[in-house]
């Protein structure tokens, strides 16, 4: 199994521009959770679906940010525009009926 | 609210030393709790896992926590540290009965071990 896989691992952009991020989740896993850790905020929930539907996006910063998962194999992270207090490392996890999840190795965003 | 606190932001052992990390979560009935281990510049892994059962519950690389639902606690510990325990640690839970996948995770604690 290659557990959750994730790209770009990193991403380096300028203010202003478009950045997503992708995740392919655990095969078989019906929940997946976006995370973005900072050093001043520490792990972060932004968004989790389930059965490729958003549940709950009271997490997501504000309208710049947004989130799709298209089938159960594949969902994306947009943030448009980019700024630098964007910068940080987001991760997926995905979990099977809602037991223990699953990391993937994060992307890490810097924002210029 | 739902939550999970972790007393300990940053510890500081020497190899050999024994841990304990306090966790504790404000909710009651069924519970599922859990402890992961992030290394430096690595993702979340699983440490241990409780669902039901035996209270005290065995982990990977010697970490066990014990489960005192009286106390709202779920504390690791290892007996030995190695400097490669050197790590963040987050404590985890959701509502047993809950049918949401999402986890409320603690602060995390920072482990420093000094060879």
């Known amino acids: 199994d290659a557990g959750v896989i994730q790209s770009p691992r990193h991403e380096v952009t300028e203010m202003g521009q478009e950045v997503t991020l992708r995740c392919k989740p655990i095969?078989?896993?019906?929940?997946l959770f976006w995370y973005r850790q900072t050093m001043m905020r520490g792990l972060e929930l932004l968004i989790y679906?389930?059965?490729?539907?958003?549940?709950?996006d009271s997490g997501m910063p504000e309208d710049r940010f947004s989130a799709k998962m298209p089938n159960a194999s594949f969902s994306t992270l947009k943030i448009q525009p980019s700024e630098p207090r964007d910068s940080a490392v987001y991760f997926c996890?995905?979990?099977?009926?809602?037991?223990?999840?699953?990391f993937g190795p994060g992307t890490r965003l810097t924002v210029l | 609210a739902q939550s999970v606190s972790q007393h300990n932001h940053h510890v500081i052992l020497s190899e050999a030393a024994s841990l304990e990390l306090g966790c504790n979560y404000s909710?009651?009935?069924?519970?599922?709790l859990f402890w992961y281990v992030q290394y430096p510049g690595q993702h979340l892994q699983l440490l241990l896992k409780?669902?039901?059962?035996?209270?005290l519950v065995k982990g990977i690389k010697g970490f066990e926590a014990e489960f005192i639902k009286s106390k709202f606690s779920f504390n690791l510990r290892k007996p030995s540290v190695q400097w490669s325990d050197t790590a963040e640690y987050f404590c985890?839970?959701?509502?047993?009965?809950?049918?949401?996948?999402?986890?409320?995770f603690g602060q995390g604690t920072t482990l420093q071990v000094k060879p």
């Open positions: 985890a839970g959701r509502h047993g009965s809950s049918n949401t996948g999402k986890l409320i």
């Open positions: 996890a995905s979990s099977f009926s809602g037991r223990e999840q699953f």
């Open positions: 909710y009651g009935g069924t519970v599922n």
């Open positions: 679906f389930n059965n490729n539907v958003p549940i709950d």
């Open positions: 409780y669902f039901s059962g035996d209270p």
């Open positions: 095969s078989g896993h019906d929940y």
